[in-house]
């Protein structure tokens, strides 16, 4: 046989099992790509040229160094999948392990039939009916499966709030993995693993094994789209109560302003006759008391935002009982390239820390100062200055630890979860009386 088709079969091979699974992995995150579309192209075509010349100097040069070429091809396939998204490294974790249970049992099954129809070239490698048998196989599985990662898998990776989960969520395929990598390399020792894939036995259990791993997987992404769910309705339900105070705080306003109009004259009439009278002391009184009775001068506007307006006087209000001085510079239109979710979730939470260590203080001045607005058409720009007393913990890596419970401070993560989904930042400082909370919002 010619070394031009041993090339071919090489290809062949190279192409079969490492492009359709590339394509698989970088499709959700498609839209976080660290590269332009056109350079992550021109990056997996010298991909795949790189994989195909080793598969070729394999097969012409030195087949003993198949198994290490096999790691490192697979470590270089890693690094670039890893590099060229930009996303919770869970996520492509998760994802890619997933791909690689299903491309392991593809594997199996393909030998196993070629071994059922050749049984003399299935004990060969890198032969052109094992590729032909990928192909077909990969003909009928890929597309469901890539329907099933659409409908199911894509919709959870890009909500940023749960990124903090993905840190664990990546075990569970990598669980699967070992399940069928020791029942297939470890279980049966004498075996090489040409006579482990020819097996059906080992294809039909590693059929059950992903079949389970992909219930899993369901009912996982199921349960975070439910708490995505129940997040989005508890911000909803936040924005009508926010809402709701601003508007009955509106109505007392102008319920006020009509009886003092009603009554203006009646007291015209008083002070007409003080004055007549010359009783500038009763006057005075008088003045003063009638003052007092007046509609608060609380604002009960800030902004055109429908969401962040609201926000900004609820605490202005609860900044104005607890006698926190409350300055606003906010300047934010009614449309802007942030979800009313999330700037309701990023906007409370530094304002709940702000005024919930305001509150903590015993002494001293109490201070809320918060600035924002857009720096160009996708740049939001978020600024929130207090006053703190409770001394500041920090874990050994930076975290913030919650004042209120043990562990992280929740809210804090959730801000910087936010700030990432926006390719923006968040950070925080502290001096001896201040904290300082900074956010930029860009594209998603």
């Given at each position: ?366 201070l809320i100062r918060i600035s924002g607005g857009l720096q160009s058409e996708y740049m939001l720009v978020f600024t929130v200055d207090n006053t703190y007393e409770t001394p500041i913990r920090q874990t050994a890596g930076g975290a913030y630890l919650s004042s209120k419970h043990s562990g992280e401070g929740i809210g804090i993560a959730s801000i910087q979860n936010i700030a990432g989904h926006y390719n923006g930042i968040a950070s925080f400082r502290y001096d001896d009386t201040m904290f300082y909370a900074s956010v930029l919002l860009s594209r998603p």
């Amino acid at each position: 046989m010619t070394s031009a088709f041993y090339i071919f079969e090489a290809v062949l091979y190279s192409f079969t099992n490492f492009f359709p699974y590339l394509l698989l992995a970088l499709f959700p995150f498609r839209d976080s790509l660290r590269f332009s579309k056109k350079h992550t192209a021109v990056l997996i075509f010298i991909l795949m040229l790189l994989q195909i010349g080793i598969g070729i100097w394999v097969i012409l040069f030195n087949p003993s160094y198949k198994s290490f070429l096999s790691i490192f091809s697979t470590l270089i396939y890693g690094i670039f999948y890893c590099s060229s998204i930009k996303a919770n490294w869970g996520k492509t974790l998760f994802l890619l392990l997933l791909l690689s249970n299903v491309a392991n049992f593809i594997v199996m099954l393909s030998k196993c039939l070629e071994h059922l129809f050749f049984p003399e070239m299935a004990l060969q490698s890198y032969r052109f009916t094992f590729s032909v048998f990928t192909l077909c196989i990969q003909f009928l599985l890929l597309p469901a499966l890539l329907w099933y990662i659409q409908k199911y898998i894509s919709p959870v990776l890009v909500y940023a709030s749960s990124d903090n989960i993905w840190r664990f969520l990546w075990l569970i395929p990598a669980t699967f993995y070992l399940i069928w990598y020791y029942h297939c390399y470890f279980s049966i020792l004498k075996s090489s693993p040409t006579e482990i894939a020819i097996r059906i036995d080992n294809s039909i259990f590693l059929l059950f094994v992903n079949l389970g791993a992909l219930l899993v997987y369901y009912i996982v992404c199921k349960m975070i789209q439910e708490m995505k769910a129940n997040m989005e309705l508890k911000m909803k339900n936040q924005q009508l109560s926010i809402q709701n105070i601003q508007y009955q705080n509106l109505k007392e306003r102008i319920e006020a302003a009509r009886h003092a109009k009603h009554d203006l004259r009646h007291h015209l009439k008083i002070m007409h006759a003080f004055m007549e009278s010359e009783n500038y002391t009763e006057l005075k009184n008088y003045l003063n008391e009638y003052t007092q009775s007046l509609p608060s001068e609380a604002p009960i506007y800030f902004c055109e935002h429908p969401t962040v307006n609201p926000l900004l006087v609820w605490y202005a209000g609860q900044a104005k009982e607890h006698g926190i001085r409350f300055e606003v510079n906010v300047l934010i239109p009614a449309k802007i390239h942030v979800s009313d979710s999330d700037i309701c979730v990023l906007l409370g939470n530094l304002l709940e820390n702000a005024l919930d260590s305001c509150i903590a203080q015993n002494g001293g001045e109490r201070l809320i100062r918060i600035s924002g607005g857009l720096q160009s058409e996708y740049m939001l720009v978020f600024t929130v200055d207090n006053t703190y007393e409770t001394p500041i913990r920090q874990t050994a890596g930076g975290a913030y630890l919650s004042s209120k419970h043990s562990g992280e401070g929740i809210g804090i993560a959730s801000i910087q979860n936010i700030a990432g989904h926006y390719n923006g930042i968040a950070s925080f400082r502290y001096d001896d009386t201040m904290f300082y909370a900074s956010v930029l919002l860009s594209r998603p």
